[in-house]
């Protein structure tokens, strides 16, 4: 709406925002040319230009050239002497092709012309001297001469820059070709951020800049306005969908790095603490927005931006106007009575139809409820013969659409992780609401201190940094017999290992991931470490940040370990003599140990095999024990309760 009032006066008006050079109209067209000619398959680049304002073709226009090429590629498919075509191939012997209109076909002949001369200039010229070879050819500076005199200086600027990124575009090896310099731009486009491909910008004598408060970081204007100071706008209130628990696609609490404490279970505690963060953050953007006028801020708001209801003034206005150096230029205590419509309705925007005197939406309506009533109107209009034509190339597109292939038959494979095996050995029901049927987990600060150690052990022994970014599942951290969240006492875990033998030796794999084939289904994982003391000796170790405990069910894990060791193929060459080893570093370095042999290593693949086999039956049967305890899912299973109860 700011935008459009600018404009509306004549005001010159600079929208900042990232990225968006390539899709500026009068860059896109230029692009597109340099798309069809380095490479000559671009189908869409072609149908940009030739139903840009320069050819003006319509879909339809096209509908025999686009039949053509289907019907030659599908002679080649079944090995048809005759060539497969492309677009522009088609194009080019456009003369050749039934249905084409005598218009089109002058346009088509025109676009011809301009392409071969522009085809050969590619081979010869500079990258940047093709670019203005383009402009001046498909006159696109006359097109911007034409505009109004504040989107003329924006556009002709937006070319500017794209000439200069062309001019000034070298690559690391080779000469500057257009193919490296569309690969190039491609690569920038898959990176919003991108300074390159950002819009040209106005001085800011010439313009007005029109920009969120987060990418006004670290700038100053003489004169800053702020507007929409209204309670709920800015600052912004906290919505409930904001909550990562109730709403999981919103961001996860645990990548925050503003989190004070841990994210209550309670939704009432949960709401208060994140509406806290998020009052936090709102003022920090209010300092920001405030502090970037050089000498006059002037902060505006209103109690209608719908004719809902109206607002209160905003806490930030209230912080603004009892600023003893303020003036109030206007100050109303009252809201009134609702204001009309701020922008015009859609029938006033609307020119008188030359066609139809009801205007075309009436006749839409009425075609709607009567199939009929288009060949009837163009009867009237003595335009029954063309009306028919453009019907039946109409059903002759349609019916050219090919039919959607059939999605292939793909069975359902079982598939869980190494995480889900320890779950379901623990408790099948366990299993069903973590993995199958999943219910709302509560945030665990053991399992976030467990991916801390691992992420810090990695990177100790890989001597780099990280690629990827590390969560509760991305390592196979089983804590489910950890303390009620309560960090252990004495050593840090991480100090632990740095004292213990595995710190004094690389190992040769690191956060190794498998994928197991075991009976009816798959299991995934990773494996933290491999130590190989001698030639032909694997020992498997997995770091625990928790105090020592029996292994119990956490055994599979081991077990897993050892047969992947043996099944999956690894780039290091496989064990001759292996053992799997727990390392618990919690209050000090406790290790068990289990040597592996043939027997061992049958007992250890059956018993996965038959977890897996029941997993994939569906067999979730409760069983319950020490871990319900501190189990998310106690208050829906009477199984674990009655356990418990019995127990106390």
Not at 66 to 81: E, M, Q, T, W, Y
Not at 107 to 125: E, I, P, T, Y
Not at 291 to 313: C, E, F, I, N, W
Request: hydrophobic share 40%; proline share 8%; with cysteine.
């Amino acid at each position: 709406v700011v935008r459009e009032a600018l404009e509306r006066h004549d005001v010159p008006v600079e929208v900042a925002a990232l990225g968006g050079l390539l899709s500026v109209p009068e860059v896109s067209e230029l692009y597109a040319w340099l798309r069809l000619l380095g490479r000559s398959d671009d189908a869409p680049a072609l149908a940009r230009i030739l139903t840009g304002s320069t050819y003006r073709l319509g879909l339809g226009d096209l509908a025999p050239l686009s039949r053509a090429v289907r019907v030659s590629n599908r002679r080649a498919d079944r090995d048809d002497p005759a060539p497969g075509w492309a677009f522009i191939e088609a194009v080019d012997s456009f003369e050749r092709i039934d249905g084409l209109g005598s218009e089109v076909a002058r346009r088509l002949g025109m676009f011809r012309d301009v392409f071969r001369s522009l085809l050969v200039d590619a081979q010869s010229v500079s990258l940047v001297e093709l670019c203005r070879r383009v402009l001046d050819v498909t006159g696109a500076w006359h097109e911007v001469e034409a505009m109004d005199p504040a989107a003329r200086v924006s556009a002709r600027l937006n070319l500017y820059r794209f000439l200069d990124l062309a001019e000034a575009w070298s690559p690391l090896e080779g000469r500057p070709s257009l193919d490296a310099f569309l690969e190039h731009l491609e690569l920038l486009k898959e990176d919003d951020a991108a300074d390159e491909l950002d819009t040209a910008r106005l001085s800011g004598e010439d313009a007005v800049a029109l920009l969120t408060v987060h990418r006004a970081k670290g700038l100053e204007w003489p004169v800053v306005f702020i507007p929409a100071l209204a309670r709920g706008i800015f600052p912004s209130q906290l919505r409930g969908r904001d909550d990562p628990i109730s709403f999981p696609y919103r961001l996860p609490y645990e990548v925050r790095l503003d989190r004070p404490r841990p994210l209550p279970a309670k939704e009432s505690e949960r709401l208060q603490l994140l509406g806290a963060l998020h009052e936090d953050q709102e003022w920090r953007t209010a300092y920001v927005a405030v502090t970037r006028a050089q000498h006059r801020l002037v902060a505006t708001g209103a109690y209608y931006y719908s004719a809902a209801r109206p607002r209160d003034k905003s806490d930030l206005w209230q912080v603004v106007a009892d600023h003893p150096h303020v003036r109030l230029v206007r100050d109303l205590d009252e809201p009134g009575d609702p204001p009309g419509p701020a922008l015009p309705t859609v029938s006033q925007l609307e020119a008188p139809d030359p066609v139809f005197a009801l205007g075309w939406r009436a006749v839409l309506r009425s075609a709607l409820h009567d199939a009929g009533e288009p060949a009837k109107l163009a009867g009237e209009m003595g335009l029954a013969g063309p009306y028919d034509d453009e019907m039946r190339q109409m059903r002759l597109l349609l019916e050219g659409i090919p039919d959607p292939p059939e999605s292939p038959d793909v069975p359902d494979v079982f598939s869980t992780s190494v995480t889900g095996l320890v779950t379901y050995a623990t408790c099948p029901l366990r299993f069903k609401w973590s993995e199958v049927d999943r219910l709302p987990r509560r945030p665990s600060p053991a399992a976030q201190r467990g991916v801390e150690i691992h992420r810090r052990i990695e990177l100790y022994n890989r001597g780099t940094m990280a690629l990827d970014e590390a969560d509760d599942t991305f390592y196979d951290a089983v804590e489910l017999d950890e303390d009620d969240g309560a960090a252990p006492s004495g050593p840090d875990p991480f100090t632990t290992f740095q004292e213990s033998r595995f710190a004094t030796e690389r190992p040769v794999l690191v956060e190794a991931p498998f994928d197991l084939s075991l009976g009816a289904g798959r299991v995934r994982g990773r494996i933290d470490a491999v130590y190989n003391p001698e030639p032909g000796v694997w020992e498997i170790v997995d770091f625990k940040s928790g105090r020592p405990k029996p292994p119990g069910p956490r055994r599979v894990q081991l077990e897993a370990y050892a047969v992947a060791a043996t099944s999956v193929e690894f780039p290091v060459p496989k064990p001759e003599i292996l053992s799997v080893t727990f390392a618990f570093l919690g209050g000090g370095l406790a290790e068990h140990r289990e040597e592996v042999d043939e027997a061992w290593l049958g007992t250890a693949a059956n018993n996965l095999e038959s977890i897996v086999e029941a997993a994939a039956a569906g067999e979730y049967a409760p069983s319950p024990g020490p871990a319900c305890g501190r189990c998310d899912f106690l208050r829906f299973c009477d199984a674990g309760k009655g356990w418990l109860d019995a127990e106390a």
